[in-house]
């Protein structure tokens, strides 16, 4: 006996495409419409351009730097918290105008960087920056 196969050569074998592909274009419709609605939540920051770099001196403001062993140094002299007003008062009271650098370490405790901003805004300057150091 002989088994005789029969193939269909007018039927194509292989798999639909087209649910698939319905179903991409689904989903990409889908992520452009939600994209549309995403807000995202932020702060926006105002860099300052580069500038050459000026001196203190020149720039005529108090650098006052706090260690992480909770030092105080203005202008190159270790004082102690409640010293700062005074140092900050007399520098505003020669050069009008001037500011405070305040450069903290990053391990000095914040309280002590707090007590060091009152006291230089009880000692008339408003003008205080800040810096880090490593």
Known sequence: MRLHRHSRS????????????DFVLNLLIFFIITAVFAKEIGLTVNRAG????VSTQ??????VAIR??????????IVDVRAVRA???RVAAVKPGTGVLIVAD?????????QVIDQARQGGIQNISFAGTR
């Open 10 to 21: 007018d039927e194509t074998s292989g798999i639909d495409l087209a649910p698939m592909l």
């Open 58 to 63: 020149e720039a005529s403001s108090v650098l």
């Open 87 to 89: 140092n900050v008062e």
């Open 106 to 114: 990053k391990d000095a405790e914040a309280g002590l960087v707090v």
């Open 68 to 77: 992480a062993n909770g030092e105080i140094w203005v202008d190159d002299r």
């Open 50 to 53: 580069a500038a050459p770099a």
